[in-house]
């Protein structure tokens, strides 16, 4: 398993040049918070939220920092908002192959490595994957050359007709679901870059392997499993392997590299995806 070094991550769609106001207008908004809401989560009155807004009054550096932790702001916004106002952004963004992040990566290596022979990945925040282990690669037997050129894709790689997406036998399901946590991803970082990779996965057409059409290999269980979440139920070498992802991010993240980073684990969701994984990669 490999980590590389990661980009610049998403692209704030957010204009410098706006100021502070509109754009802190922008995210009370999207949050559906009044002025007064807002004041009262930090400490200050609607009269000076509403000058600030309009932009007669210049907030502090400090209190754009607790505006914009209240806002729920992500960390790369909030350099943007801090920009607006007139200051320094507060966070910086550090290549991930910088020796300054060398414990973050040796944590994600015992991390993926530990996890297995189940699937986990580590993914920024366009679901380019910075690192994997060995379940995820057996996941990917078969996908095209073309989609495993770096910067592997998380997204492209699942829903491309030459990627996972044949071997997904609820592919419909799964697919909504993706594409639903892109929306939702898109919303919170309005990242053009990340707008532009959703429309073309969107735009990938269903295959009829992985449609749910009901032709699945004889080994398919007659009665499922009932699972808690909705699964992932991919086709491996005439097996039916059956998957509960879970993503995790870092606590209070300091830095927008770090902030951006999500760690994708699969669950497996039945004994049978147990024991075959244990076989195939003990």
Excluded at 227 to 247: C, K, N, T
Excluded at 256 to 279: G, M, Q, R, S
Aim: aromatic share 6%; proline share 9%; glycine share 6%.
């Amino acid at each position: 398993m490999t980590i590389v070094g990661t980009g610049t991550g998403t692209t704030s769609a957010t204009p410098a040049d706006r100021g502070a106001g509109p754009l802190l207008r922008d995210w009370r908004e999207r949050r559906r918070m009044s002025q007064l809401e807002l004041a009262l989560r930090a400490d200050s009155s609607a009269r000076h939220i509403s000058f600030v807004e309009t932009g007669r009054s210049r907030p502090s550096e400090e209190m754009v920092l607790r505006l914009a932790e209240h806002l729920d702001v992500p960390v790369r916004e909030r350099n943007a908002l801090l920009l607006a106002a007139g200051y320094a952004p507060r966070y910086p963004q550090t290549p991930l192959d910088d020796p300054a992040l060398d414990a973050l990566r040796a944590g994600l290596e015992r991390l993926l490595q530990g996890y297995e022979p189940y699937p986990a990945l580590v993914m920024d925040a366009r679901y380019d994957v910075v690192a994997a282990n060995r379940g995820i690669a057996m996941l990917l037997d078969g996908v095209s050359e073309s989609l495993l050129e770096p910067p592997l894709n998380a997204m492209r790689l699942t829903l491309h007709p030459r990627g996972l997406a044949p071997r997904i036998r609820n592919l419909r399901e799964w697919r909504g679901h993706l594409l639903a946590q892109m929306e939702r991803q898109i919303a919170l970082y309005r990242s053009a870059p990340l707008r532009e990779l959703y429309e073309e996965v969107a735009a990938y057409p269903v295959t009829e392997g992985g449609a749910g059409t009901g032709s699945g290999p004889a080994d398919e269980p007659a009665d499922p499993v009932p699972h808690f979440a909705l699964p992932m139920r991919i086709e491996h070498e005439g097996r039916v392997l059956s998957f509960i992802s879970s993503v995790s991010t870092f606590n209070t993240p300091m830095d927008v590299t770090v902030a951006e980073l999500a760690i994708e684990t699969f669950l497996p969701a039945d004994p049978a995806t147990v024991k075959y994984l244990h076989t195939l990669l003990s």
